[in-house]
């Protein structure tokens, strides 16, 4: 038998999440999402299975919960669509495939290992990627597929208030019966992190972006090296927060960078950057990481973010406040 160490994590958005905000209903909802998400990786991962694979199953739950700013329970845009990012990284060789403003694919996650697969490039967008993704036949969705009824109501109030684009992590965060969004910024990705038996990483992420944006503006999400890192030399990195920011700090791979070239270990350069380097620029978010030794860290600088993770007994953790830990099994 195998013992060779197995990691994951995964997360679903950071912002000004706070105990009080959500109903209890909400938050049990919120926390079996997160679990069925992690257990869908994880049960990759204990069968000897690749992380490249375990990342994308997780990711595709989270896609698929309208809880979460990622496919289905995707943001709207200033036009009234929904424009979606993803991207997925393979530690082992760097391999890397990006989708971005893509508007039909079912899990945009399942586009962006397409073009890492079956095209000589990393990232494709708009209506060409469309074209590509319909050609590999994937899954294919009206545009309206993602819509829910909070988003569309989200979309409205933020016209209303004058079309500023909205930062927002997921549906959850002003359910439970509340009339109006919360205040403060709310940022909306989700991703997964995952090591193998094999020693390698693999990371991937994907968004709706953020409500009412507009330009066909993409964010963090599906850059390489600023949403999305992973190299077996170090750790596999996926970030949520003000995309802007996370573009502008290189984020993901700063952190591996400081692991590789200063020899930093992975809690040290994922709090550096967090609360340091980004802080300072004035971003807001969060990032999972793990490392090749099995090393998990989940990093915020936010009051909250929605996390599961398997700890080194292989339990499935979930929290979505600061101070939260919710262990299953």
């Keep these: 038998m195998n013992h060779a160490p197995i990691a994951m994590a995964i997360?679903?958005?950071?912002?000004?999440?706070?105990?009080?905000?959500?109903?209890?209903?909400?938050?049990?909802?919120?926390?079996?999402?997160?679990?069925?998400?992690?257990?869908?990786g994880q049960r990759i991962l204990e069968a000897g299975g690749s992380s490249l694979d375990a990342v994308e199953a997780s990711v595709v739950m989270l896609e698929e919960s309208p809880w979460f700013n990622a496919g289905k329970g995707a943001v709207f845009t200033d036009e009234g669509r929904h424009e979606l990012d993803a991207a997925i990284m393979r530690g082992s060789d760097r391999a890397a495939g990006a989708v971005a403003g893509v508007h039909h694919v079912r899990n945009p996650i399942r586009g962006a290992r397409a073009v890492m697969e079956h095209s000589e490039h990393v990232m494709l967008i708009g209506e060409g990627a469309d074209r590509f993704l319909e050609e590999r036949q994937l899954p294919q969705v009206a545009n309206d597929w993602y819509d829910t009824e909070l988003r569309r109501r989200q979309w409205q109030d933020n016209?209303?208030?004058?079309?500023?684009?909205?930062?927002?992590?997921?549906?959850?965060?002003?359910?439970?019966?509340?009339?109006?969004?919360?205040?403060?910024?709310?940022?909306?990705?989700?991703?997964?992190v995952a090591l193998d038996r094999h020693g390698h990483v693999a990371a991937a992420t994907s968004t709706g972006g953020i409500t009412n944006k507009r330009y066909s503006r993409v964010g963090d999400t599906p850059l390489i090296g600023a949403g999305t890192w992973a190299d077996d030399r170090s750790a596999a990195i996926s970030a949520t927060g003000h995309g802007e920011y996370f573009i502008r700090a290189a984020v993901a791979h700063d952190i591996a960078a400081r692991m590789r070239h200063a020899r930093k270990d992975l809690e040290t350069a994922c709090r550096d950057v967090v609360f340091q380097e980004l802080k300072a620029l004035g971003g807001q978010g969060g990032v999972i990481a793990v490392s090749p030794d099995g090393s998990t860290q989940l990093v915020f600088n936010t009051p909250g973010m929605y996390r599961a993770w398997r700890d080194g007994e292989g339990r499935p953790h979930t929290a979505i406040y600061a101070q939260d830990d919710r262990v299953h099994g």
């Design 159 to 192: 016209r209303l208030k004058g079309g500023t684009p909205n930062l927002e992590p997921s549906q959850a965060d002003h359910r439970g019966g509340q009339d109006e969004p919360p205040e403060g910024h709310k940022f909306g990705t989700v991703g997964a």
């Design 11 to 40: 997360h679903g958005g950071a912002g000004v999440l706070t105990p009080g905000l959500l109903s209890a209903q909400d938050e049990s909802d919120i926390h079996e999402a997160l679990r069925l998400a992690l257990d869908a």
